[in-house]
C-alpha cells in the first residue's frame, strides 16, 4: 500500500514527467531570464570599460554589493515559487492572487533595508574605489524595489505555474531598454550629457522599474482574473508567517555567501596589484555571463520538484535532480568550448592591446578562467541540490552549510593565506572549488540514506 495518496497532478509540459526533456522546457525560459540579468551586468561592464577602466573596475567591485543586497531579498521573495507550485500542483488556484499582491507589499517595504544600506555604502567599498562605486551603488540599490515587485513576486506566479517562456520576454525587452539607456547615458548622446557610471547606474533604475510596470500589466490580464482571483486582496499572517519559517535561512544563507563574496572582492582590490585585479574583475565578468545556466537549471528543479510535493508525486523528485546532472554534463562541455574558441575575444573587449600584451596579465587571466571552467561545473551541480532542498523546506540545512563552508573553507583562509602571507590570488578559486566539493559529498551521502522521501511524505502527505 502506498504511503501517500496522490492527486492527479498537473501537467506542466507535454514531456514525461520528471524527464530530461520536462526539465528543459522549463529550464530554458528560466536560462533566458537569468541570462538577462547577467546580460545587464555585462552591458554595464562592457560600456564602461570602454567608457574607462577606472569606472569599469569600480563598477566591478560595487555590483558585487548590490547583488548581496538584491539577491538576498530576492532569495527571500523567490520562495513564492515554491508556494504557487505546490498551489498549482494541488490545485488550489484561487490562493494564488492573494499571496501575489502579499509579496509584492512585502517587496516595496523592502525599501526600509534599502534605503540605510544605500546610505551607509561607503563602508562597504575599498577605499580606493569608493569615489566612483558609491554613486553607483547607490542608485542601483534605490531600484531593487521595482525589480523585486515584478521579477521576484509578480514573475514567481509565471514560474511556479510553468508558464516560464513570458517571463524571459520581458527581461529581453528590459534588457534592451538598458543598453540603449546605456550608451545614451554614459557618453552622452542627441543632447544629452555624460553621466559615467551614473548614467550606466540609472539606465538599470529605469528599465527594472519599465519591466516591474510590465510585469503587473501581465498578471492583471483577463484570462487569469478569475481562476487564479488575482483581484483579490487577502492579507494572512498565517501565511506570512509560514512564509518566513521557509524563506529567512534561505535569505540568510545567500547573504552568508554573497556578502562573503563581496567581501574578498574589495580585500582583494585592495590586496592585489591593478594588473592582478584587472585579470580577476575581467575573468568573473565572463563567468557572471554564464552564471545564467546554474541558476536556470537549478529554479528548474525547485520548480519541477514543487509541483511534484504539491500533487503529492514524491518518487518523481530524485528522478528531476539526476536529469539536471546530465544537463551540467552538456553544458560543462560547451562552456569548455566557448573557453577554448572565443576566450582571447571576449577579453579584448574589456581591455586595451598594451595591457592584454603583458605576460604577467595573460598568464593570470588564463589561470583564472581554466580554474572558473571547473567551478562551473561544480556551481550548477551545487544550485541543482539546492534547489531540490529548498523544494523539500530544508532552507536551515541550506543555510548550515552555506555559512559553515563558505566562511570557514573559503573566506578566511583566503584572508590570511593571500592577504597576509602573499600566496597566489588563484588559491581564492582552488578553495572555492573545494567548498564546492565538500558540499555535494554531503548531500551525496544524505541523499543515498533515502530518508528523505519518508520525511517528505509525512510532512506532506494530507490526511
Not at 117 to 137: C, F, G
Not at 380 to 385: D, F, G, I, K, N
Not at 398 to 415: H, S
Amino acid at each position: 500500500m502506498s504511503l501517500y495518496s496522490p492527486v492527479t497532478p498537473i501537467l506542466l509540459t507535454r514531456h514525461k514527467a520528471g524527464s530530461f526533456l520536462e526539465l528543459w522546457t522549463i529550464a530554458w525560459p528560466l536560462m533566458l531570464a537569468s541570462f538577462s540579468g547577467c546580460l545587464m551586468t555585462f552591458i554595464d561592464r562592457t560600456i564602461l570599460a570602454r567608457y574607462s577602466s577606472e569606472a569599469f573596475v569600480a563598477c566591478a567591485a560595487a555590483q558585487p554589493w548590490h547583488w548581496t543586497v538584491a539577491g538576498v531579498l530576492m532569495a527571500f521573495l523567490s520562495i513564492t515559487e515554491i508556494f504557487i507550485g505546490r498551489y498549482n500542483g494541488a490545485k488550489k488556484f484561487s490562493k494564488m492572487g492573494p499571496l501575489i499582491w502579499q509579496m509584492v507589499i512585502v517587496a516595496f517595504t523592502c525599501e526600509l533595508i534599502v534605503i540605510p544600506i544605500a546610505l551607509l555604502s561607503h563602508h562597504l567599498l575599498a577605499s580606493n574605489l569608493e569615489p566612483l562605486a558609491k554613486p553607483y551603488l547607490q542608485i542601483v540599490l534605490l531600484g531593487c524595489p521595482f525589480d523585486l515587485a515584478g521579477f521576484g513576486a509578480i514573475g514567481s506566479f509565471f514560474a511556479g505555474r510553468g508558464e516560464t517562456k513570458m517571463i524571459p520576454l520581458v527581461l529581453v525587452f528590459t534588457n534592451t531598454v538598458n543598453l540603449i539607456l546605456d550608451i545614451l547615458l554614459v557618453f552622452g548622446c542627441y543632447g544629452l550629457p555624460s553621466m559615467g557610471i551614473r548614467g550606466a547606474a540609472y539606465a538599470t533604475l529605469i528599465s527594472q522599474t519599465l519591466g516591474f510596470i510590465i510585469f503587473l500589466k501581465l498578471f492583471l490580464r483577463e484570462k487569469y482574473r478569475k481562476k487564479y482571483a488575482v483581484f483579490r486582496f487577502q492579507w494572512s499572517w498565517p501565511l506570512l508567517k509560514e512564509f518566513f519559517h521557509i524563506s529567512f535561512p534561505y535569505a540568510v544563507a545567500h547573504f552568508c555567501g554573497m556578502a562573503g563574496w563581496s567581501i574578498a572582492y574589495q580585500f582583494l582590490a585592495i590586496k592585489l596589484t591593478y594588473t592582478h585585479f584587472m585579470a580577476y574583475s575581467v575573468s568573473f565578468t565572463l563567468y557572471t555571463l554564464v552564471f545564467f545556466v546554474m541558476d536556470g537549471l537549478g529554479k528548474g528543479v525547485g520548480v519541477i520538484c514543487s509541483n511534484f510535493i504539491g500533487a503529492q508525486q514524491y518518487n518523481l523528485l530524485g528522478k528531476v535532480l539526476k536529469q539536471s546532472f546530465r544537463w551540467n554534463g552538456i553544458f560543462s562541455c560547451l562552456f569548455l568550448i566557448i573557453l577554448l574558441g572565443f576566450s582571447n575575444s571576449m577579453i579584448g573587449f574589456f581591455v586595451d592591446a598594451e595591457l592584454y600584451g603583458q605576460v604577467d596579465f595573460s598568464r593570470q587571466i588564463y589561470l583564472f578562467l581554466a580554474w572558473l571552467w571547473l567551478l562551473f561545473g561544480l556551481d550548477t551541480a551545487w544550485l541543482s541540490m539546492q534547489n531540490f532542498l529548498i523544494a523539500l523546506t530544508k532552507t536551515k540545512t541550506v543555510l548550515l552549510i552555506n555559512v559553515l563552508c563558505f566562511w570557514g573553507i573559503v573566506l578566511v583562509p583566503t584572508y590570511f593565506l593571500v592577504g597576509l602571507y602573499g600566496y597566489n590570488s588563484i588559491l581564492y578559486l582552488q578553495l572555492i572549488g573545494l567548498d564546492l566539493i565538500i558540499r555535494i559529498v554531503i548531500f551525496y551521502f544524505w541523499y543515498r540514506r533515502r530518508t528523505w522521501i519518508k520525511a517528505t511524505t509525512a510532512k506532506f502527505c494530507t490526511p
